[in-house]
């Protein structure tokens, strides 16, 4: 077979596996959450096997502790994150009307140093700005309120656990499967890649996720202690998006303050403490977290990351953006190996190279 023909196949491959995700996008989230944790907790259950447990008992165990933690977040954490979510969009229209009151005085001294400015529009453009808040809030409102949100996490819950067993029992012998099947003469080349593939994600799944979870705890926690309003909801989101670097501080820091100046001004020392709830949280996660957990294995660009999931979203959803980090670490990893290639061949050295 030629590498002409190669190329097809692995082509034709790659499209029907995207056609099949498209069509089926609507089912299989809970099947890819399994997937994650399975992956996640693999080394666990491996960590177990190695000091005499079974591998089935091994598995049942995780997947208990796993179920108990998910019901304890359901029950716990998405309750009131979901009720500080709404309540944020029930006042997000009153807050820019309030950024209008802080920022009138200064508008006017503005005006009068730059004449050429029209007050007049900046003032439209934030109350139409606060009018697509208000549209977009209540939209917002319906799709949380929709059944459909129901239905995800209810199929999350129920079949996301049984999922994880299966994969997490079944992995070893999953993996040995999928090596059988690959094609002798390139095994060797494929065994190499998925090494570095997994290399990327184990850093980025398991430690950067470990990284997020904890920077989520911390900053929901600081900003609650400063008592801000929707303070966890805020330093949950914070965290959460600390897996590319600078935008969960600068958007979380944002939104802390733009909610803080709204609730607390002309009281600046709350303003205060939220500034140092992130920059102890920056130091945290720069010099303590990450360089434990993740080191610098990631090997993935902010960019690619940022590219990756706003494709990842567009095509399916937040299907999607879910499998966007696996995907932008394979297509890494083979750019790279064509990169090499490349610079080992005559195309590139020359015809006497």
Known sequence: MTAREHVRYWLIGVVLAGLVIYLLRDVLLPFVIGAAVAYFLDPVADRL??????????????????VLLLLAMMLLLIPLATTQLLNFLDRLPRYFEKLQELIGPYLADLME??????????????GAAGSMAGVLAQILKKVMEGGMVVVDILSILFITPFVTFYLLRDWDSILARIDAWLPRPQAPVIRRLAREVDEVLSAFIRGQGTVCLAMAVFYAVGLAIVRLDFGILVGFGAGIVTFIPYLGPIAGVGVALLIGAVQFLPHVWPLVGIIVVFVLGQILESYVLTPKLVGDKVGLHPLWVIFGL???GSL???????????VAAVIGVLVRYGLERYAESRLYHGPDG
């Open 49 to 66: 096997q190695r000091r005499g447990m079974s591998r089935g008992l091994a598995t049942s165990l995780i997947t208990l502790v796993f």
């Open 113 to 126: 140093e730059v004449p050429e400015l029209d007050a007049g529009k900046i003032k439209d453009a934030l």
């Open 310 to 312: 706003m494709a990842g």
């Open 316 to 326: 399916f959803g937040f299907l999607g953006m879910l499998l966007a980090l696996p």
